[in-house]
């Protein structure tokens, strides 16, 4: 027997836990959150490698609803983050909706009753509105390395950290320069017997500007309201001025010249410099915020091999170029599934095809929210749903999704559906728009771009100016409407 309910939740993370509490916000308790993992949290459950951390201020990765007064840093660590998204579970008494070890298997639309008939590892579900909260870093990718299965030690990504792993006296491979390649490589280098890096890609890296906050501070904070926002505010600053690389050249350059000596204060070898200085335009792929990742590099014991990983023989991993590292453990820091993600072959639109067919590698959705042939469906921080805070998007895409169910459940319809021509003319215009930044004329290969070579990742504005602003209101014009006494689909 199936679970009736108002809403279904997919997903534990800080999406989830947004919209479960807009949910709340609207009087709506007749909903579940799913998740196949044990606990809330999503990536900041997940990822617990060493030097974990976010790469967003602390003030600015909070949700407005939630002000935290207690962050210890200006980047905060990923286990206060964790702690911090259970805290907000806690105040607004989400735990009673949650069903873990509980993983969607498939989500279907029944045009009979209106609803999304959900198959899940712990039972089915029937809801009205069907909410994917999954997010962009749920699914690791690990590519496929010949030899790779018989390689003789440990391998692993590193959104999968085996809680018993000790890289003293070990022999580590770190593949890939991702934003958690710039923190793991530095902790393990302290420990291991030997180290390598290698690098299909050098990442623009710039001096992060992290320090403790004080006792003192974080009494300020607390006794006087104004300090908060007032961090926040200068936090939003940094990040626009950092972000800025996207949009303007001139700011581009400027980005270059302090990743660059960024680069010089701490590698002394030409060489290295020149295999470590990206031939491409900053912020083309994602920026990166270190202060120790090139001193590692600079240690004894540590060895960039500025090439792929080719092949696996035995223990030892081959380059492109030829160069072979004997290896103990291998750890993949090779980014996520987003533009193919697997969840987008579990759920159906109401012809019965999935998403992955439906998008056929160029995934879209309407504001990055809403998608034709998915009649109350929504998926937070979707196609073309990212911005620089994943905090403060998936908070006004919360409300966005809150003010369609409200419009539903207050003028009596079954359902509502974008319309497809929306859609496409939403995404054409976003690929106009997106491809004037560097992601797609800075000349990298990013994770943000799909099959045809279009940004499906990036919202097409700014966080402030652009996605909550356009968070605001629920344009009804949008989408056909299907009245309960009135059965046919009729354009408002």
């Known amino acids: 027997m199936a679970e009736h309910v108002e809403a279904l ?36 459950r997940a990822n617990t490698y060493p030097g974990v ?54 989500a279907r639309w029944n045009e009979v009753t209106s609803r999304w008939d959900v198959e899940t590892t712990a039972g089915d579900f029937e809801a009205r509105f069907l909410i994917v909260g999954t997010g962009p870093l749920e699914d690791p990718l690990i590519p496929s390395v010949p030899g790779l299965d018989s390689f003789p030690g440990r391998a692993f990504h590193s959104a999968q950290w085996p809680s018993d792993y000790d890289a003293r006296g070990d022999r580590v491979a770190v593949i890939g320069t991702g934003a958690s390649a710039l923190q793991i490589f530095p902790e393990l280098a302290a420990d291991a017997e030997r180290i390598a890096l290698f690098q ?18 974080r009494g300020a904070i607390r006794r006087f309201p104004s300090v908060a926002p007032a961090m926040r505010r200068a936090e939003w600053m940094f990040a626009s001025a950092v972000l800025m690389s996207l949009y303007s050249v001139t700011a581009g350059r400027g980005i270059a010249h302090l990743a660059r000596y960024n680069i010089n204060r701490a590698i002394k070898d030409p060489e290295v410099r020149a295999a470590l200085t990206p031939d491409y335009v900053p ?29 696996v023989e035995g223990s030892t991993l081959i380059a492109s170029n030829g160069a072979g590292f004997e290896a103990d453990t291998v750890i993949f820091s090779t980014g996520f599934q987003v533009a193919d993600a697997p969840i987008h072959r579990r759920i159906f639109d109401r012809d019965g095809r999935s998403l992955a ?44 999704i809150a003010a369609a169910i409200r419009t539903v459940r207050d003028r009596d319809l079954r359902s509502i559906e974008v319309r497809e021509s929306v859609e496409m003319a939403w995404k054409q215009g976003a690929n106009r728009k997106l491809a004037r ?35 605001r209101d629920f344009d009804i014009d949008a989408y056909d409407l299907v009245h309960r006494r ?7």
């Not at 050098?202 to 003192?216: A, F, G, N, V």
């Not at 120790?292 to 590099?297: C, D, E, H, K, Q």
């Not at 990036?458 to 652009?466: F, V």
């Open 9 to 44: 939740i997919v997903g534990a993370g800080l999406s989830g836990i947004a919209a479960g509490v807009k949910l709340r916000g609207e009087g709506i308790d007749d909903f579940a959150i799913i998740d196949k993992g044990p606990e809330f949290g999503g990536t900041w």
């Open 53 to 106: 951390a976010c790469d967003v201020p602390s003030q600015v990765y909070s949700f407005g609803f939630a002000p935290n007064r207690e962050w210890s840093r200006v980047f905060a660590p990923g286990n206060e983050i964790f702690r911090y998204l259970l805290d907000v579970v806690d105040r607004f008494d989400l735990r009673k909706h949650a069903r873990f070890g509980c993983e969607m298997l498939s």
């Open 200 to 217: 299909r890609t050098p990442p623009w890296i710039i001096p992060k500007p992290d320090w403790q906050h004080s006792r003192l501070f």
């Open 283 to 311: 912020g083309c792929k994602r920026l990166g915020l270190s202060n120790t990742y090139y001193p590692a590099l600079a240690r004894p014991n540590a060895t960039l091999i500025a090439s792929g990983l080719a092949h």
């Open 357 to 400: 067919e439906r998008w056929d590698g160029c995934p879209r959705a309407y504001k990055g929210i809403t998608m034709s042939g998915c009649p109350n469906a929504f998926m937070l921080l979707g196609p073309n749903g990212l911005s620089s805070s994943q905090t403060v998007s998936a908070e006004a895409q919360a409300d966005h």
């Open 437 to 471: 930044l560097v992601h797609t004329r800075g000349g990298c290969q990013a994770f943000y771009l799909d099959r045809e070579g279009n940004n499906a990742a990036m919202y097409p504005s700014r966080t402030l100016g652009g996605v909550v602003k356009d968070m």
């Open 486 to 492: 009135i059965e046919t689909s009729v354009g408002s």
